[in-house]
């Protein structure tokens, strides 16, 4: 059993910087792959970004590509997403999750392990 905290959310404006956090804990870390999605009200929860186990892959949703970059420290247990450039549509609550399976996933339901998400908020 996987427990996920995410953290570094908040309040920015247009243009500016925010770095989530995300920390594990309770499992074997570099066995997981591990993404980030986004949900807002009234919305669906939407891919962001995934990174491999072995931080060999990563994959970006169209949205976010060229501005957002995940990574991960596997001797820390520790998921990031560097998010530059923000814009107030990507306004959201965030949330990093975990993935057992060695295949990769872009699907809410590939995920077995979810964190309680942090806000990220972009004023205009």
């Known amino acids: 059993q996987v427990q996920l905290v995410e953290s570094g959310g908040g309040l920015v404006q247009a243009g500016g910087s925010l770095r989530l956090s995300c920390a594990a804990s309770?499992?074997?870390?570099?066995?997981?792959?591990m993404g980030w999605f986004r949900q807002t009200p009234g919305k669906e929860r939407e891919f962001v970004a995934l990174i491999s186990r072995s931080v060999t892959y990563t994959s970006y949703a169209d949205s976010v590509k060229g501005r957002f970059t995940i990574s991960r420290d596997n001797a820390k247990n520790m998921a990031y997403l560097q998010m530059n450039t923000l814009k107030p549509e990507d306004t959201a609550v965030y949330y990093c999750?975990?993935?057992?399976?060695?295949?990769?996933?872009?699907?809410?339901?590939?995920?077995?392990?979810w964190g309680q998400g942090t806000q990220v908020t972009v004023s205009s």
């Open positions: 309770g499992g074997t870390f570099s066995s997981y792959a």
């Open positions: 999750a975990a993935r057992r399976s060695p295949e990769l996933g872009h699907a809410v339901n590939n995920y077995d392990y």
